[in-house]
């Protein structure tokens, strides 16, 4: 499942929690499920905060990269337990990134292997891949990562969001991979609300930013770095593509040490300053 380098049974770099954070996950529940479900009444999407009038400044907390710092905004609003259920005014302003990072966060704290994937929710847009993130987290007894749309748990979006079907999300990687094997129209992935940020470039971008998570760094969705920015302008070139070529592989053969070894490269490492 992991190396000792990718131990997703442990914190990580964005997922850390101070000693005075981690006495309110105390009453959180032990079932991975059931954590996540309690992580719903952490977050408020933004569009939601804008109609129930919460103030612009408190829309800076989605660009919150680590989870201590999530959890002090959070608790400067309301400093309860994490397990009770907050007013939604009372939620930290953030995205389905924020949902799956505090997942994270809290199933490792109770020792459960867990992951951030980013990819494409299929079950959105009809004909459409919608940029999403969701929670991963090993299932023992049957030896599998189980998928978990942990900010749609109760949307009726899919039968089964605690455990989601191959076809309902595509990683990053995995929608590159039917990009380039000519199976999906690029031009319907992307961001929805936008006009322009559809197509390949939005696909490598998540592969990418998948790739990060696998190895522990869980960005922002609009984090560019490496060679991001040129693909997003048409510019990065075709040995750019055939990087992602790789990227997508590796992310899905799930090799713990080809992981490492890949995100080690010049264009897809995160770089420092984008880890405050």
Same mark, same amino acid.
């Given at each position: ?17 101070? @000693? ?11 079932? @991975? ?8 009444? =952490? ?18 907390? $989605? ?5 201590? $710092? ?25 995205? &389905? ?6 997942? &994270?966060? =809290? ?10 994937? &980013? ?32 900010? *749609?748990?109760? *949307? ?24 380039? $094997? ?9 961001? @929805?609300?936008?006009? *322009? ?13 998948? =790739? !990060?998570?696998?190895? $522990? ?12 920015? !040129? ?19 590796? &992310? /899905?053969?799930?090799?713990? /040490?080809?992981?490492? /070894? ?8 995160? @770089?420092?300053? =984008?880890? /405050?």
């Amino acid at each position: 499942m992991a190396t000792r380098s990718l131990d997703y049974s442990q914190t990580g770099p964005l997922t850390n929690l101070e @000693p005075a954070q981690v006495r309110l996950a105390e009453k959180l529940p032990e079932d @991975p499920v059931r954590i996540c479900a309690a992580v719903q009444q =952490l977050v408020i999407q933004p569009g939601d905060a804008s109609a129930l009038g919460v103030p612009e400044h408190r829309f800076a907390e $989605k660009n919150l990269r680590p989870v201590n $710092k999530l959890i002090a905004a959070l608790t400067a609003l309301n400093p309860a337990p994490l397990h009770q259920s907050r007013a939604p005014e009372e939620r930290i302003v953030g995205t &389905c990134r924020d949902f799956v990072i505090l997942a &994270c966060a =809290l199933l490792r704290l109770r020792g459960i292997a867990a992951r951030a994937r &980013c990819g494409f929710g299929m079950c959105f847009l009809e004909g459409r891949g919608a940029d999403h993130w969701i929670t991963e987290y090993w299932q023992a007894d049957e030896r599998r990562w189980v998928r978990v749309d942990t900010e *749609h748990l109760d *949307h009726g979006f899919v039968p089964r969001p605690e455990d989601l079907a191959e076809d309902e999300f595509l990683t990053g990687g995995e929608a590159w991979t039917q990009y380039r $094997k000519g199976l999906i129209d690029p031009r319907m992935f992307g961001v @929805p609300g936008t006009d *322009h940020a559809w197509g390949p470039a939005e696909i490598s971008g998540n592969a990418v930013r998948d =790739l !990060a998570a696998l190895c $522990k760094y869980e960005m922002l969705p609009w984090d560019e770095w490496g060679r991001m920015t !040129a693909a997003y302008d048409g510019t990065a070139g075709s040995g750019y593509d055939r990087l992602i070529d790789e990227v997508a592989a590796v &992310c /899905s053969a799930d090799d713990p /040490s080809a992981l490492t /070894s890949l995100y080690a490269h010049e264009d897809l490492t995160v @770089p420092a300053r =984008l880890l /405050s």
